[in-house]
């Protein structure tokens, strides 16, 4: 029983409180009210000043105001117009108060009333208030103005009611009325009333953390941790304060980060633009120099042929003028045979001179046609020579820009998707084959077989193990896949300077340290490095102290390497990609993708 007087005192104790809460703010509201009614009923007046100085008869402000002898006023225009319409009656009148004037009055202008307008029309011009004052669709109006509503410039958040400049101004003039809190202009005064107990809402519970006015606590509310807003606001103010000690900490390293960013994106251009620079010098070198070794075999050719021809005309005239000789003693000879006279003929034989061996023939030395052939051969092997050269350089090149800066490398994908995007196309070298292996499908696919294939010696091709290696090679961040039949495979990655001949481990996939090699034979999985091999084995489902042997779900490897950062992952490609094994390292070279097939019959295809 004294529980519940107590707990009704405390509750009346709520409402007197209440009550003279609301009845202060009603007095405030009323006086701001009737403050806000005088404001309008001067503006009313103005209005009544204009129309006093008003044409009756275009009820605009009077243009050179005249005024006639019965004392009304008008525009010098409009009684002209006026009285010009009462001709037929020959008497002109006031339109106002119906005197007549005769005869009719000359109109003279009313200097003084015509100064009162133009100070009226500036004043009205300085009072009206622009179309940008007045409130728009996004705008909060004012809620006492009437008619087209200027903007609201503070919302009262005791009146509950937004109020422009003018309105304002008993907030700033009253005593009672400064009390009230003044914020920016806002829409959602109404959020502030009590949907229960339509009051303003000036409490906080935080039992059910949420904005209440005086009433909750009775009812809904009752027994709850309730305090007032602004001691909620002071508390979430130091929190959010904390907040913004955090946010500001972060825009500050994040600052940081990006003067740093900025100034290696700077270094980064600036190094480009070096390396692009010297470059295209040494390049131009390089051309200039195939242009002047180019020049020096064109004129050296030309030389050697302009001695061969030189010589070769010389030999040409001496000979002509022999086979002329020729046929002059053969002429002689001829005439000599004809004569039929037995003592001429043996008379004059002796005179003729024995023919002697040409001194010519030995010097004639017949060459075949296409001897220079020998000089473009020399030049096509320096070419060769030269393209290997730069191959192999490109690569390094490759490789050295690759591996300028890793640190910001993007994470290895976690989907086949997301690993797909770095597919590359993978073809097999015809020259690295092993003679037992087929390729086709366009060297993507190659099987082990039983007989030698015809393959033209190469000194990069392996002579023991069945081995072959990719045609591209791997730098940056690649992807590929393979999918093997018909027993043991290697799916491996190597230097392409692995040893090509012999038996030992120096020329098999993942018995050196120059090759990486994902083994699978017998229903089990391992990984092989430098001779080390990895069994691969995943927690057994019973027992996960227990670990067992790793089986392949799917026939198809995937294969991802971020060649820069030393990252090589083998996956097991399936409707889920299972991780089979990583590696880190630092690879030095650039490096081939490798199959080795140990079964006859047995496939490997590049997806």
Known sequence: MHCRSERGNRKGGVWVRIREQTAQISE????????????????????????????????????????????????????????????????????????????????????????????LKKTELQAAPADHCYAGP???????????????????????????????????????????????????????????????MKMFCRTDQQCICYLCPVDEHEGHHTVSAAAERKERQRELG????????????????????????????????????????????????????????????????????????????????????????????????????????LHNYP?????????HSASINIRPLGHFEEVTAAVSKVRDQLQNMLSEGWTKISLTLTDLDVSLSPAEPKTRAGLLRYSQEITMDPNTAQRHLLLSEGNRKVTLMNKPQ???????????????????????RC????????????????????????????????????SWALNHYDDSCSFTHNSIETPLSVPSPSYNFFRIPLILQSSRVGVYLDQPAGLLSFYSVSDTMTLLHRVQTTFTQPLYAGIWLWNEGATANFK
């Open 242 to 345: 904390e907040s913004r000690q955090q946010v500001q900490q972060r825009i500050q390293d994040r600052q940081k980060d990006v003067k740093v960013l900025q100034q290696k994106v700077k270094d980064i251009n600036q190094s480009a633009d070096k390396a692009v620079r010297d470059s295209e010098e040494i390049f131009s070198q390089l051309i200039r120099l195939m242009e002047k070794r180019s020049s020096d075999v064109k004129q050296q050719i030309r030389s050697q042929q302009k001695t061969e021809v030189s010589g070769a005309e010389e030999l040409q005239e001496k000979l002509e003028q022999e086979i002329t000789e020729l046929r002059r003693k053969d002429a002689e000879l001829q005439q000599l045979s004809h004569t039929e006279d037995h003592i001429q003929f």
């Open 138 to 200: 996004a705008d909060v109006g004012c809620d006492f103005c009437t008619g087209r509503k200027l903007k609201a410039i503070k919302s009262c958040l005791q009146c509950l009611v937004s109020y422009c400049e003018q309105h304002l101004q008993p907030h700033y003039d009253v005593a009672p009325l400064k009390k009230h809190k003044l914020v920016e202009p806002s829409n959602k005064l109404q959020e502030n009333i009590c949907s229960l107990h339509h009051e303003v």
């Open 28 to 119: 405030e509201v009323k006086l701001t009210c009737s403050l806000s009614l005088r404001g309008e009923m001067a503006q009313q007046g103005i209005q009544l000043d204009q129309e006093t100085f008003c044409c009756s008869i275009c009820l605009d402000l009077l243009k050179e105001p005249v005024t006639i002898p019965c004392g009304h006023s008008y525009c010098r225009r409009c009684i002209n117009y006026y009285w010009d319409e009462e001709e037929e009656e020959k008497i002109p009148s006031c339109p106002q108060c119906r005197q007549t004037f005769i005869p009719r009055p000359v109109l003279v202008r009313n200097t003084m009333l015509a100064d009162l307008v133009e100070k």
């Open 479 to 514: 992807y590929w896949e393979v999918e093997w039949r018909g027993g043991a495979v290697r799916v491996a990655v190597t230097y392409k300077d692995i040893k090509r001949g012999g038996g030992g481990g120096e020329s098999g996939f993942g018995f050196n340290e120059k």
């Open 454 to 476: 015809s393959y033209s010696a190469h000194p990069d091709r392996f002579t023991k193990w069945s081995q072959v290696l990719s045609t591209e090679s791997l730098t940056g």
């Open 351 to 359: 005179s003729l001179p024995h023919l002697s061996e040409s001194t």
